[in-house]
């Protein structure tokens, strides 16, 4: 959905705005396409995927200012660009390509042997590996169902505990797999590599910084659109937008999600769960 993304921020060739999940710098690359004398604001957490970003978008330098950020640190990283306020602010949730597919030393992939890390921001936090390794049953079992919205939470939880320590991806993988069944078309890992990704990284956390904080960064007629892909974290925006259309600050711009094409599924199936919303700033 990035097209759409970059429509529904109604770029203004002299804006400037915040791309605050850079990634690979898709996003970044059709906001910078778009400008003259405009400016985008690139950031991420993750250092690695910023040094990828920068080489893919390399044709429009000029225009992009690259951040290694947290959500919680976006007006830290406006104002050191010189700006208390921008014209639209994107934010597409979750992990990158890179960090899945082609990143295994990253350990946010079971179908690839690394080390069980998993942290967006490589240098600091507890990784998958201390999780799993030093944490209470129970508390991981509670992760897993609630993150995960796995209902096998409980099974998981005490296998893998009995099969402390785990190092590598594969072996969480295959202590998951021998813990329960495969039933349909998802690897029985899936939801517990999510919600061990999701706790790593403190996501819930950090988009309710990201509602928090956003919003207060734009300009009046200043546009925000988030791209997440778990229904919950939907959830967060949906209600965050609400709060704003019914204090009067903010207009919703879809009264229901857009979701990706068929076409788009087809060609990217990870996407298929991806929700867009987007709200312009009123006063
Ligand atoms: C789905 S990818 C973005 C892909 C990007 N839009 C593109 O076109 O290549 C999500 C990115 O957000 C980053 N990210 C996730 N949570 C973050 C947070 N709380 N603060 C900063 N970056 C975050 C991840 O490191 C990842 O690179």
Redesign the pocket.
Known sequence: M?VESVALLEIRAEGVYLD????????TALIAQRLTTGLVIA????AE?LELARANTAEWAERIRFHQ???GQLDAVIAAEGFQKVDGLLA?????RF?LTEAPHRGFSFLTDGPLDMR?TQTTGMTAADLVNYTAEKAIADLIYQWGEERRARKIARAIVRARPIRSTLHLADVVLRAVPRTGRLHPATKTFMALRMAV?D?PG?LDRLLDIGPGLLKVGGRMVVISFMSGEDRKVKERFKALGRDDLAVILTKHPLQPSEQETRQNPPSRSAKLRAAMRKQ
Do not use: K
């Open positions: 990035a605050v999940t850079a990634g690979l710098g898709g996003h950031s991420d957490r993750d995927s950020a947290t959500f597409d949730l979750g992990v990158s960090q967006m990284n996501e950090e």
